[in-house]
């Protein structure tokens, strides 16, 4: 009670230095999205009127034990939350690092392999452990590492010496470098394909870091496979804020 009699004392007295008369400002027992107090007299002037809901905010919650008000736990009323924790661009490297690691520990495969089965899979290791064991190969061609036939024809030997794709069609490293420079300038990274016009193989990262020259290319290449890696990563999301670096880990 001492909380809400000093709150009136204070409002009294700015409604007295305005020459107003304070007469019903009462108690009340509300929820806790109202206010605890409340005063009633709509010819008080604007300013008046807001301190009173300041100080009426303030007192409903330094009340505490004396508010008879039930606690609600969020996570059981609002469909949209969540816990969620801050990470850096180093911080999520390491996290998403960690899966492609393991991964390719357990199935012995190269770490690029790895990156591509889990970002085809939304990063469930479980799932390409099953895949890759049960059926190798169909696993491969789904994720369009290898060629499912060969439709399209190997390349034709090139003047200068030739670098395959896993797509086993081959070009020469200066056409390769200008493919994947347009493709990077396009905003494609994870996606880029081989070469060959009715072959949808992708190219493996380490093919492409390997042959791009330019280092502005090499990070811009990097930050869009990146930016690719977070979205198709189930408990991971940017920060909305623009050109915010910032990811949160989802705890689900």
Known sequence: MGHYHSARTHIQRKADAAGLHLNNLNK???SNQQLIMGARCRHWPHHIWVEVEEISSYYYYEIGEDCDIEQI?????DPEYFVYECL???EVEKLLNESVEKLSTQLQITPSLAKVLL???RWNTAEVIERYRNNASNLLVSARIKAAAPSVPPSPPAPLPPVPSTSSHSFCRDCWAMHF???IGQGISTQIECMEQRCDVRVPEDLVLTLLNRPMLRDKYQQFTFADYVKSHPELRFCPGPNCQVSGTIAV
């Open 73 to 77: 736990d969020p996570k059981r009323t």
């Open 181 to 183: 420079e347009i493709q």
């Open 119 to 121: 970002h085809e899979t």
């Open 28 to 30: 009340i027992k509300i």
């Open 88 to 90: 850096n661009v180093e």
